[in-house]
């Protein structure tokens, strides 16, 4: 069973935050939005009907949102055995600005847990690309839309 290109990375909490919340789309939020839409029709006229028109649209993302996790659970690789000699899939990597000494931390994840404010960083951006299966003390370019630049790695964990 080879892997797609479909494949999802993803830690475990990253997992399980997703099995969450599709549970919570499929026993609460679809439920709730079954009885808005009993509730807009019971209005009458569904034509100029806005509560029965919103029930509806939300009644599609919910639907949609459902089909793209259950997509990406088929799809799921768990990030496991992280590698602490080299940067991988759930490494956390601290890094030196080479051009002003500023120093950084980041946890490289998949696409689907990445959260700037959080320094999770995805797997596909420019800095993790540059980063991954290097180890401590190696220099890397960042290729970036606003000029390439180096980082020292300072820390694998």
């Known amino acids: 069973m080879g892997k797609s290109s479909n494949t999802v990375y993803l830690t475990e909490e990253g997992l399980q935050e997703l099995k969450a919340e599709l549970d919570n789309l499929i026993n609460v939020r679809r439920p709730e939005n079954i009885q808005s839409i009993k509730e807009a029709r019971s209005l009458g006229d569904l034509s100029e009907n806005a509560e029965y028109a919103a029930a509806r649209d939300e009644q599609a993302q919910i639907e949609n949102r459902i089909k793209t996790i259950e997509k990406m659970l088929e799809n799921v690789s768990v990030i496991t055995d992280i590698p602490k000699d080299v940067v991988g899939i759930g490494s956390t990597v601290g890094i030196e600005y080479m051009d002003d000494e500023d120093e950084d931390e980041y946890k490289i994840v998949g696409s689907q847990e990445a959260d700037p404010f959080e320094s999770k960083i995805s797997n596909e951006s420019p800095i993790a690309k540059a980063l991954l299966n290097h ?10 839309p606003n000029g390439n630049y180096e980082v020292k790695i300072t820390e694998i964990k």
């Open 135 to 144: 180890k401590v003390g190696d220099v890397v370019t960042v290729e970036s």
